[in-house]
């Protein structure tokens, strides 16, 4: 199988491009090669996706058994998808979000079916109205579309809800025994991937002929609290975390850039049900349990103090949020 990637070097995508050189496909990467990612057998196209013209003559002739883009997020990209793969490609994959399923959701278990509706968060609306445009695509023209909406998946990044992601101020508050916020009362349940788990349910649908116009979330079945998550981060760094529960409201009513990511997201419950994932690719059973996944990801932090990314204007929100909340407590 000749398959492409656009990206391929990220958080989720270097774990998925690795199994596919384990498991034989000749894979292509396209990207700018910013990033210290080596994936040995991998053949790179250098190329900025956002520069037509460059992409263009970096793809050349080239025709796709499948062609992934990791990091499509707005209708207009899609269409710049459409127009650089139409007849070029025998599967175009859409990487979506879980974070577009129903929020709040009516059904406490998450299916491909869920209806698509995030009112509170524009990332997910954007993923949602791609996902419209390659719907019509394929009922339209025949574009051969396959969706995947991952659910807060990691390897490099730190998955927590505040202060983490690509930062890593929450885990260098815990290791200096500062207190760090967990929103609601902690109890609420989540899910979390690690990408090497993702990459084998995702690789089972490259070039699988029934996944054409079909729609996949791809997930562990471990569902675990907050508070769970981040006593496990902290484990995983040898520290205890001195959590504060402070409401998603509260702690918006300060920060509204976290609507979307809170409110829109993580305060809600998250549960999977990954049955047509294990329908579509037997062999697919996620086996790395949070705390053990998170602990190669704290070590990976540890490696190389410059990926411990701190940031002073994110420790400021999180000790004025506390100090708000702590001085409106009742005596
Ligand atoms: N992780 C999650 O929990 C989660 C949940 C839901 C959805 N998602 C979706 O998953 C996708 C992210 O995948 P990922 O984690 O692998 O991505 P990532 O960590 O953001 O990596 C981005 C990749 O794209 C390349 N890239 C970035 N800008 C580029 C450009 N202008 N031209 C060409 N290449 C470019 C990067 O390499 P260079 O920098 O070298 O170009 C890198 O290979 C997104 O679509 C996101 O919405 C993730």
Redesign the pocket.
């Known amino acids: 199988m000749k398959v492409l990637?656009?990206?391929?070097?990220?958080?989720?995508?270097?774990s998925?491009s690795k199994l596919c050189i384990e498991r034989g496909i000749d894979l292509y990467?396209?990207?700018?090669?910013?990033?210290k990612?080596e994936i040995a057998g991998a053949k790179t196209i250098r190329?900025?996706?956002?520069?037509s013209a460059q992409t263009v003559s970096a793809l050349g002739q080239h025709k796709w058994d499948v062609v992934v883009?990791?990091?499509?997020?707005t209708p207009d990209q899609v269409d710049r998808d459409i127009t650089l793969f139409r007849g070029k490609t025998n599967q175009y994959v859409f990487?979506?979000?879980?974070?577009a399923y129903q929020k709040p959701p009516t059904y406490p278990i998450v299916t491909e079916s869920t209806p698509l509706y995030n009112p509170y968060w524009e990332?997910s609306r954007n993923?949602i109205a791609c996902e419209e445009r390659l719907d019509h695509a394929y009922r339209e023209e025949g574009f051969p579309i396959t969706i995947v909406?991952?659910?807060?998946?990691?390897d490099?990044?730190v998955?927590i809800a505040i202060g983490g992601w690509s930062e890593y101020t929450a885990v260098d508050r815990m290791k200096k025994g500062k207190k760090i916020i967990v929103h609601g009362d902690g109890t609420s349940l989540w899910t979390i991937?690690h990408?090497e788990d993702f990459a084998k349910g995702f690789v089972g649908l490259l070039g699988h002929l029934r996944a054409t116009g079909h729609a996949f979330t791809i997930t562990s079945d471990e569902a675990l609290t907050w508070d769970q998550i981040y006593k496990a981060v902290a484990d995983a760094v040898g520290v205890e975390a001195k959590i504060v529960h402070i409401s998603s409201d509260f702690i918006v009513s300060f920060a509204p850039d976290l609507l979307g990511s809170l409110t829109g997201d993580k305060s809600q419950c998250a549960i999977f049900d990954n049955s047509k994932i294990k329908s579509f690719v037997p062999d697919f059973k996620a086996t790395i349990p949070f705390n053990e996944g998170v602990r190669r990801t704290m070590a990976w932090f540890e490696a190389d103090p410059k990926r411990q990314i701190v940031k002073q204007e994110t420790n400021e929100l999180m000790d004025r949020i506390i100090r708000a909340y702590e001085q409106n407590l009742p005596k």
């Open positions: 990637f656009i990206g391929g070097t990220g958080n989720i995508s270097t998925v990467l396209l990207n700018r090669g910013t990033r990612v190329a900025d996706i956002s520069d883009d990791w990091i499509a997020f990487i979506s979000s879980a974070s990332y993923k909406r991952p659910s807060f998946t990691y490099t990044v998955p991937t990408a």
